[in-house]
């Protein structure tokens, strides 16, 4: 699987922006799909993520109530919905995919198998 990130860009604080994270091959809905973020100089953590089907979704603290995630498995495209935007949601975004397996450890990004290049959001003040 190939995971290809877009939708990154400056924006101001209280700024909305949808990342989109387009995958090949036919087996997009055999994936879970995480979105992970990493500032300069901080460990990558853990932004949000999706099951196969969509029915369960899990977010960090920090995003939970401003940021969506979704997909569109006719598409191969998850999604990731950022609503008021702070400029500490500033870093690079990574999509990440896991192949189904038993429990899913969403926020644990060795859990996953494939990531894309990632995009940058940079929200100002």
């Known amino acids: 699987v190939q995971l290809q990130a877009s939708g990154g860009g400056l924006v101001q604080a209280g700024g909305s922006l949808r990342l989109s994270c387009a995958a090949s091959?036919?087996?997009?809905?055999?994936?879970?799909m995480g979105w992970f973020r990493q500032a300069p100089g901080k460990e990558r953590e853990f932004v949000a993520a999706?099951?196969?089907?969509?029915?369960?979704?899990f977010y960090s603290n920090s995003v939970k109530g401003r940021f969506t995630i979704s997909r569109d498995n006719a598409k191969n495209t998850v999604y990731l919905q950022m609503n008021s935007l702070k400029p500490e949601d500033t870093a690079i975004y990574y999509c990440?995919?896991?192949?189904?397996?038993?429990?899913?450890?969403?926020?644990?990004?060795?859990?996953?198998?494939?990531w894309g290049q990632g995009t940058q959001v940079t929200v100002s003040s």
């Open positions: 990440a995919a896991e192949r189904v397996s038993g429990t899913y450890y969403y926020d644990q990004p060795d859990r996953y198998d494939y």
């Open positions: 999706i099951r196969w089907s969509g029915g369960s979704t």
């Open positions: 091959g036919r087996t997009f809905s055999r994936y879970d």
